[in-house]
Structure formats: C-alpha cells, structure tokens
Nanobody
Framework: QVQLVESGGGFAQAGGSLRLSCVASGRTLYSYSLAWFRQAPGKERECVGAISWSGVSTYYRDSVKGRFTISRDNAKNTAYLQMNSLKPEDTAIYYC?????????????????WGQGTQVTVSS
C-alpha cells in the first residue's frame, strides 16, 4: 500500500518561496494522478492544484496561478509544489493526495490516499 510523506514546509516572508515535496513509498506513483490541497484554520480544505499521472496536464486554482507550479518525477516517486511570491493568505497545512484516474479532479473526496501534511506559514 502506498504511503505519502510531505516535507519542505516552514516559514517564509511574503514574496518568498518554498518547495514542498511529496514522496511515495510502498508502491509507484506512476499510475496515480496527484493533487496538492491546503487547509487553513477555520476553513475548508481546498485544492491548490493537480497533475496527471504523466505530468503532462496540470490544474491550478485561480489564486495560485502564475505563482505555484506542480511537477512530478515518477522515477523518484516524488511530486513537488514550487511556491513563489508567497502571500500571507497561503498560510495553511499543505497535503498531497493521490487517486486513480487519467483526468484531473479537485474534490478531496475523490482522493484515496493522503499524506500527513506540512505546515506553511507566510508572514507579511
């Protein structure tokens, strides 16, 4: 059974950058599409972006377009979330999640496996 572990979270100033990693173990990431979600205190979990199993197709929510980039290296069983031009409103716990399927989905309930999350805090 696949396990996901996120890392790379931490503190950043507004305008700064962080890169999150999601490493899979137990099974290859190759056959899964993957998404990054985030959840801020008192708010619902939201999809930041998603990437197809091949890495060819991506989706981003409007608030992060042009600032965040999702990528994956299936040979390393790792996915990444590069976050640039960070804003205080990006502060949240970030999770990676996977699902079977070729298309990109943004609903949390469609994802079958989740990492434990990594905290990102952006100060103004």
């Amino acid at each position: 059974q696949v396990q996901l572990v996120e890392s790379g979270g931490g503190f950043a100033q507004a305008g700064g950058s962080l890169r999150l990693s999601c490493v899979a173990s137990g099974r290859t990431l190759y056959s899964y599409s993957l998404a990054w979600f985030r959840q801020a205190p008192g708010k619902e979990r939201e999809c930041v972006g998603a990437i197809s199993w091949s890495g060819v197709s991506t989706y981003y929510r409007d608030s992060v377009k042009g600032r965040f980039t999702i990528s994956r290296d299936n040979a390393k069983n790792t996915a990444y979330l590069q976050m640039n031009s960070l804003k205080p409103e990006d502060t949240a716990i970030y999770y990676c999640a996977i699902r079977y399927g070729l298309d990109l989905r943004m609903n949390a309930y469609e994802y079958i496996k989740w990492g434990q999350g990594t905290q990102v805090t952006v100060s103004s």
